[in-house]
C-alpha cells in the first residue's frame, strides 16, 4: 500500500501570506503510459464534506480560486496558497489514486496568525 | 448539479450489520466510479472501498476487507455499502463519493456510531 505523509501537521499564517503543505507518497505516483501524477488535493473546512482542490497534482478544479496551486513530481508534491484568505482555514488533504487501496494523508491543518 | 444523499446511519451494537444507501442524482450515474470514504470523529479522512461504473469491479481498504462490501444498482441510482460484524472503530462519518480515481463531488455523510 502507498502510505502518504504530510507536513507540517499545522500552521497559522497571516492574512494575504503564503501557506506551503507538503505530501510525500512511500512510492512513486507517476504513471508512465500518461505521463501523468495521480494525486489530489482536497479542502475540508469545520463541518462540511470536502471539496476537490487539485488533480493530476497540478490541475485545479473549476471555480478553485487561482491562489491555489498544486506542484510537485515523483513523491514529493506542494500544495500553496498564494495569498491567504479567512475563508481558507480549513483541513488540506492529499490523496493518492495510482493504486488501490487509494490513500489520503493525515491532513494539515490551516489557520490564521 | 450533482447531488449525493446518503441514508442509513445511526447506533448499532458491536457485530450488528448496517446497510449504507446514496440516492445519486445530477449526472449520468452509470457512467461514473463511486467511493465510500469515512471519517472517525476528531479525525481525517480513510478511504473505504471504490466500485467501477458497470459495478464489475471493487476495491477496499485493508482494514474494512471481508466485513464490508460496496455495490450499486445503475436502475435506481444507488450506491450501498453493507457493513458486517460492526466494530467500534467503524463509528465515523461515513461518505458517498463520486470519481473513479480523484473524487469530484461528495454527500453531506451519514453517522454510523457502534455501541453497545
Known amino acids: 500500500d502507498i502510505v502518504m505523509t504530510q507536513s507540517p501537521d499545522s500552521l497559522a499564517v497571516s492574512l494575504g501570506e503564503r501557506a506551503t503543505i507538503n505530501c510525500g507518497s512511500s512510492q512513486s505516483v507517476l504513471y508512465s503510459s500518461d505521463n501523468k501524477h495521480y494525486l489530489a488535493w482536497y479542502q475540508q473546512k469545520p463541518g462540511q464534506s470536502p471539496k476537490l482542490l487539485i488533480y493530476?497534482?497540478?490541475t485545479r478544479e473549476s471555480g478553485v480560486p487561482d491562489r491555489f496551486s498544486g506542484s510537485g513530481s515523483g513523491t514529493d508534491f506542494t500544495l500553496t496558497i498564494s495569498s491567504l484568505q479567512a475563508e481558507d482555514v480549513a483541513v488540506y488533504y492529499c490523496q493518492q489514486y495510482y493504486s488501490t487501496p487509494f490513500t489520503f494523508g493525515p491532513g494539515t491543518r490551516v489557520d490564521i496568525k | 448539479q450533482v447531488q449525493l444523499v446518503e441514508s442509513g446511519g445511526g447506533v448499532v451494537q458491536p457485530g450488528r450489520s448496517l446497510r449504507l444507501s446514496c440516492a445519486a442524482s445530477g449526472f449520468t450515474f452509470s457512467t461514473y466510479g463511486l467511493h465510500w470514504v469515512r471519517q472517525a470523529p476528531g479525525k481525517g479522512l480513510e478511504w473505504v472501498a471504490v466500485?467501477?461504473?458497470?459495478?464489475?469491479?471493487?476495491y477496499y481498504a485493508d482494514s474494512v476487507k471481508g466485513r464490508f462490501t460496496i455495490s450499486r444498482d445503475n436502475s435506481k441510482n444507488t450506491l450501498y455499502l453493507q457493513i458486517n460484524s460492526l466494530r467500534a472503530e467503524d463509528t465515523a462519518v461515513y461518505y458517498c463519493a463520486k470519481g473513479t480515481g480523484f473524487i469530484d463531488s461528495w454527500g453531506q455523510g451519514t453517522l454510523v456510531a457502534v455501541s453497545s
Open positions: 466500485i467501477s461504473h458497470d459495478g464489475r469491479n471493487q
Open positions: 493530476w497534482a497540478s
